[in-house]
Every structure is written in structure tokens, then in C-alpha cells.
């Protein structure tokens, strides 16, 4: 159960403006300055035909927001083609006289954050529309960047899609989640394809900054309809400068998940737990735990992190895990008491187990393993409010309780382990029951031990 707690730069940019003269062709002047000298550079430059300027150099650097797109106009497609061939911020391209009409008008959008930290993924949230009057059946969107991202768990640096049929009005999303590897700006290069010729192209940008703060989400892998499941989530400083005015959310989905109960602060919203985090020293965590109730059976429940802050890049922290019908015969609940828990203090973990079976039965010899940084205190196994006789056995963090020999129809046994904290670090209990040779019900409870 979660239980109260108590809360306890940027760079510069300059922007030059430099006034171009009305000719198809300029050499743009900047001034680079190399220590008390500057360095004169001239850059090679076109105009497109609505009068503005594009360079063959990379994109802009300095924000995502700040896109470089080009758009092959209908009719004259060039996959091939390296120079963009449209102004800057729009995927629509210049009207070229000629131009071969096309029933299909594909639009290419790209969100992403506009900073990250060193370590952490950022989303590339990516967006096909047809605007045409016909569907669309050839189309693919590609993907390519450079060391500075890295795609987790791959070391490829690019690759493709092919989307399914986009009839019109319709859109394909797509999402991305590249992980900064080194400080610094890099690029995301997307292309899209229609019957294997270029159409759009666009870079998107996003600035890699030392990392700040630190974000994990626990949850169970495993939990049954009706069950309840924790989540603690954890924001520690790891930077040099105090972290301030910063707030931490948990969103799900409302229709499978429904929330109970939350830690000191928590303001419960549709689909979302949210905390405000006033100030974070260096070196200082907070922990905000909730409570929900899982409402129907699914392969993947998930829960997002979210954390924004006045003098920080936002993060965000994903975890899954799969809910299924309540078991039978027997149906399995585990839970703690306690959660986070002090080096020295004590929780206990309860794990309960309800005949299902509508009729008498024997329930099996239930195997609790105990993580290696908690000590097992005691334990004691119940039905209702009447204590069971028989001891458990207890060998190096292995706890055994003996058989029930027998449960009523819908009546539940109640196994309590009482622990004592030795160590910190995040860790989870596993309960096992072996119902027959080939029917193990085992769940676990995530747990956080801190300082």
C-alpha cells in the first residue's frame, strides 16, 4: 500500500539576420569567431521561387521545432535527389509550373522533444496523412541518424516501413524512440516514399544535454482481474544544481485500470495521478507511490512516467505487464504493506489465495521467495480471522508454508510474511503455488528499499 511521503542552463543562442539582395544566386556571409580573430566562411546558397533561401548544409541545430522539410512536387520525383527543393517549415513544396495533377497529397508531420537527456529515449511521434481523394497503397516512410541516436538495442541507423493502405482523410502514426549517446545536437532524417520515389523529406532535430535527473517506474509483470497493482516511481537529482519546480505524473488508461489510492499530494485526474515537486536538491530523491485496481484481462496494461521541470529537459518512463482472469481452482493475490521502506524498517508481504473451484479442495505448499537484501522476521497463514497451525520453513530467504489440507468453496488462506529492510536498492517477492505438473500460479511484488 503506498503511504504518505514528504516532498522534502540553458545555452545561448544568437541569432544573426543577415539582409539578402534580390538575386537567384548569393554567397552568404558569416563571421565564426576563432579566438580575438574571426573567420570569414562563404556558403554557397539558392533561392526557391516563393523568394526564400536554402544551404546545402545540415538542418538547423538549435531546436527540433525548427524542421527542415523539402517536398518533390507531383510530377517531377527524384529519389535520387539530395538538395531540398522547398522552403523551409512546410511540406507542401512550391507550385512548379507543369506540375502533374495526383489524386493522392501526402503529408508528413514529426514531433519530438526539443531536448534530452544523456542516456534517455526520445519520442519521434510520426504522422502520415492523405489528403488526396485516393487511397494510397506504395507508400513506405524511412529513417535515418547518425552515433549521436541510437535506436535501443539495434546498431542499425536506419531503416524502413511499409505503411498499409491510407485511404483519404486518413492518417498512419508511427512512433520512434531513439536514445541520446552523445551530448550535443542530432538529427533524425525521415523519408517518405510513394511507388519508391521521394515525396517527403524531413530532419528533425533534438539537442542531447548531461543528464540532470534520474526517473525509474516499478510495477508487477503479472496481476489478475480484480487484483490490485502498486507502482512507485522514484526522481532523484543526480545533477549539481538544485532541481526546482517540478511535477511528476502517471497516466493510463481509465477503461483498464482504475485508481485507489495514492501518496501524500497526489491529485488523481481521468486516466492520470499527478504530484508537484516544489524543490530537489542535489543528490536528493522522491519516491510518490499509488494504488489501482486492474478491470479487465489484457497482454499489455501499461503505465507512462512523466516528468517536466523549469530548468530541466521533460522525461517520460514506460513499463508494461499482462493481466489475465482470475485462476482456477485457485486464484493468487500478493501485495506489501509497506512501500518504500527505510533501510532497518519492516513491511509484510501478504499474499492471499481464494478457492475458486466451488467445491472443497486441498491447496498445495505455497513457495515465497524473499529477496537477499530483507530479513524474514515472521510468519503466520490465516483463513478469515483464525490462525492456521503449522510452521514455515525458512532457508535462506526460501519460505515454504505446508498444504492446506482443506478450503471451502470461495474461501481464502492469508500467508504473512514479516521482513526487516538490510540493504537498499529495488527488488520484488515471488509467490509461487504448484496446483498440479503443469499449472504454476506465480506472481511478484515489486519493492523499493531506500536510506
Known amino acids: 500500500m503506498p503511504r504518505d511521503i514528504d516532498f522534502g542552463r540553458p545555452s545561448k543562442a544568437v541569432l544573426r539576420i543577415v539582409r539578402l539582395p534580390r538575386r537567384p544566386w548569393k554567397a552568404v556571409v558569416r563571421y565564426v569567431p576563432l579566438g580575438a580573430f574571426a573567420l570569414l566562411i562563404l556558403i554557397p546558397g539558392c ?3 516563393d523568394g526564400r533561401l536554402w544551404f546545402d548544409e545540415s538542418p538547423p541545430t538549435y531546436a527540433p521545432t525548427d524542421q527542415t522539410t523539402r517536398r518533390i512536387p507531383d510530377g517531377q520525383y527524384d529519389a535520387g535527389r539530395t538538395t531540398p527543393t522547398g522552403p523551409a ?13 495526383s489524386a493522392t497529397n501526402l503529408t508528413l508531420t514529426v514531433a519530438a522533444p ?32 547518425g552515433d549521436g541516436l541510437r535506436f ?14 491510407l485511404p483519404p482523410g486518413k492518417s498512419h502514426n508511427v512512433a520512434l524512440m531513439l536514445r541520446g549517446e552523445a551530448l550535443g545536437t542530432h538529427c533524425a532524417r525521415f523519408r517518405l516514399t510513394l511507388d519508391g520515389l521521394e515525396t ?13 535527473y534520474a526517473v525509474s517506474l516499478a510495477v508487477a509483470p503479472l496481476r489478475t482481474v480484480g487484483g490490485r497493482t502498486e507502482f512507485t516511481l522514484s526522481l532523484t537529482n543526480v545533477a549539481k544544481d538544485e532541481l526546482h519546480g517540478a511535477t511528476v505524473s502517471v497516466e493510463f488508461d481509465p477503461r ?12 488523481v485526474e481521468s486516466g492520470r495521478l499527478t504530484w508537484a515537486v516544489n524543490r530537489l536538491r542535489p543528490g536528493v530523491s522522491v519516491h510518490v507511490q499509488g494504488e489501482l485496481e486492474c478491470r479487465v484481462a489484457s497482454p499489455q496494461v501499461c503505465l507512462t512516467a512523466y516528468v517536466a521541470a523549469a530548468n530541466a529537459p521533460s522525461d517520460r518512463e514506460a513499463v508494461c505487464w499482462q493481466v489475465i482472469e482470475q485462476g482456477r481452482p485457485f486464484d493468487m493475490r500478493i501485495a506489501d504493506t509497506r512501500d518504500v521502506v527505510r533501510v532497518g524498517e519492516a513491511t509484510e508481504v501478504v499474499v492471499s489465495v481464494q478457492n475458486r473451484s466451488g467445491k472443497r479442495a486441498a491447496l498445495p505448499t505455497l513457495a515465497v521467495q524473499v529477496p537477499a537484501n530483507f530479513r524474514v522476521v515472521s510468519t503466520s497463514v490465516w483463513e478469515g480471522t483464525q490462525s492456521l497451525a503449522g510452521k514455515a520453513a525458512v532457508d535462506k530467504g526460501a519460505v515454504a508454508f505446508p498444504p492446506v489440507e482443506m478450503v471451502d468453496a470461495d474461501g481464502v488462506i492469508t500467508y504473512r510474511i514479516r521482513v526487516e529492510a538490510l540493504e537498499a536498492g529495488g527488488t520484488s517477492f515471488t509467490a509461487k503455488v504448484a496446483l498440479d505438473a503443469k499449472t504454476v500460479l506465480e506472481l511478484s511484488e515489486p519493492v523499493t528499499v531506500v536510506r
Open 200 to 212: 517527403v523529406w524531413k530532419s528533425v532535430c533534438v539537442q542531447v544535454v548531461p543528464r540532470q
Open 152 to 165: 535501443p538495442g539495434k546498431t542499425e541507423q536506419s531503416f524502413d516501413q511499409q505503411l498499409a493502405p
Open 47 to 49: 533561392r526557391t521561387t
Open 114 to 145: 526539443r531536448q534530452v537527456q544523456l542516456g534517455r529515449p526520445a519520442l519521434f511521434d510520426v504522422a502520415i496523412r492523405n489528403n488526396g481523394t485516393a487511397t494510397v497503397n506504395a507508400a513506405r516512410i524511412a529513417v535515418s541518424f
Open 89 to 101: 517549415g512546410t511540406s507542401s513544396g512550391p507550385a512548379f509550373p507543369g506540375s502533374k495533377p
Open 256 to 267: 483498464q485500470l482504475k485508481p485507489l489510492s495514492g501518496s501524500h499530494g497526489a491529485r
